[in-house]
């Protein structure tokens, strides 16, 4: 069993808090493209704020503990980890809820080389507490923009976890999954359990990015309660809507003193 104090000293040790690789430059650069609403960094996410750059790294300080000072502009730059260890008591609580109610739930991540384990050991605990582990669109295709042009992947599950991967067998042995940060396949996947009349997740559990630059007053690992997102319905059956869920930050602006 964990103590606060060894999570704490892990963290630090990990690079998951205190000085992080993701340097200050990167870190600036997404909240201007985020405030941007590009759909580079927007993981999917409908923004219901008018962000810009300030109002992002004031977020960002208040949330996960990222220098304040806007003329820190390059350099290390660092997560706090007395915040990292509430936000990780909070995901728990969330998780154990879902469990002692046994809610369908989804899990899936796009860092599949090194985190599938740990949402692995997520699935299997759900499941064995009554939860239903969804895995709707396995198989579909799904067009994804990379640095390298477009490419087609593969939705699938290993063991109750969604991931893409390159079309064709795993192979080898190896995980069977690709680095992503589109927002593409939980689109596709949570469409296509909607098309199939349900049951839908109350719980999804996913990974964004392990930065602090990616928009992570989603926390990591990302948990959004799937009941406050509307269906389309009728709607949807008409053509008029693209996808039958529609994710927003949770977060307002943080207010400030004047």
Partial sequence: MWTTGALRAHLLAAGLAGTVATSREENLRSYRLFAARDPRVLLGLDPSWGWDEAGLLRLMA?????????AHRSGPDVIDPERTVRGLDAFAE????AAARRVPVLLGTGHPHRLLGFYVALADALS???????TPAQGRCVDITTRFGLRT????????????????P???????GAHSHSPLPVRAVLESAAEGGGPLPEL?????DGSAGQVSWVSRPSVWPTRTIPRCSSARRRGRCRWPFRLTTASAPPRTSR
């Fill in 62 to 70: 208040d949330k996960c503990g990222v220098s304040g000072d806007p």
């Fill in 94 to 97: 969330r998780l154990g809820a």
């Fill in 128 to 134: 064995a507490a009554g939860c239903l582990v969804l």
């Fill in 153 to 168: 992947y593969l939705l699938d599950y290993v063991r109750g976890v969604a991931l893409v991967r390159e079309p064709g």
């Fill in 170 to 176: 795993p192979g080898d042995g190896r995980v069977p």
């Fill in 204 to 208: 999804v559990v996913g990974t964004t």
